[in-house]
């Protein structure tokens, strides 16, 4: 028979996330100088610590293992992508202008009921989502109650009007 899981602490949450990168000053340039995350500490050429806040850090950036390096082939393992939570569609709309005007190419855009997401890819191709949570009240679910996600085109000029 197969035991039960017991679920996780509510109170738990993702700390923050550590990128390799192959080149730490192009790394700042983008999650710096793009999004607008501040650094915290940096370890000379080789290790950097950025966040929202005044937080000890959200990213992690990091040349240990692939200072020069690229990024993984289609179709092997590894992270996905690294989604960034803004606090309101405003500041979310923000930050896509901010990934335009730098030149910055999406990959999509989605509308997935609970959020609206959009998809980019950093210098280093590494997955990135800029998203905003909907507050839980407007969460799509089914007649019984069940959260029912969807993923729709997400109306990006409409997004960028805010």
């Known amino acids: 028979m197969e035991k039960k899981s017991v679920p996780i602490d509510p109170r738990v949450t993702i700390g923050h996330v550590h990128l390799k990168v192959a080149d730490l000053e192009r790394a700042l340039q983008f999650y710096c100088g793009v999004l607008g995350f501040e650094l915290q500490q940096k370890f000379g050429a080789s290790a950097a610590f950025i966040s929202a806040g005044g937080y000890h850090h959200h990213i992690g950036l990091n040349t240990w293992e692939s200072q ?21 569609r405003a500041q979310l709309a923000d930050a896509v202008r901010r990934v335009l005007a730098a030149g910055g190419e999406l990959d999509g855009a989605a509308d997935h009921g609970v959020s609206e997401a959009v998809y980019l890819r950093d210098p280093d191709g590494n997955g990135v989502e800029l998203y905003r949570d909907r507050p839980a009240a ?13 993923t729709r085109e997400l109306d990006l000029a409409a997004l960028l009007k805010s």
Not at 68 to 88: E, F, K, Q
Not at 138 to 150: I, K, N, Q, Y
């Open 138 to 150: 407007e969460w799509p679910r089914t007649p019984a109650g069940e959260l029912a996600m969807f």
């Open 68 to 88: 020069g390096g690229s990024p993984p082939p289609p179709r092997s393992t590894g992270l996905y992508h690294v989604a960034i939570l803004y606090p309101d």
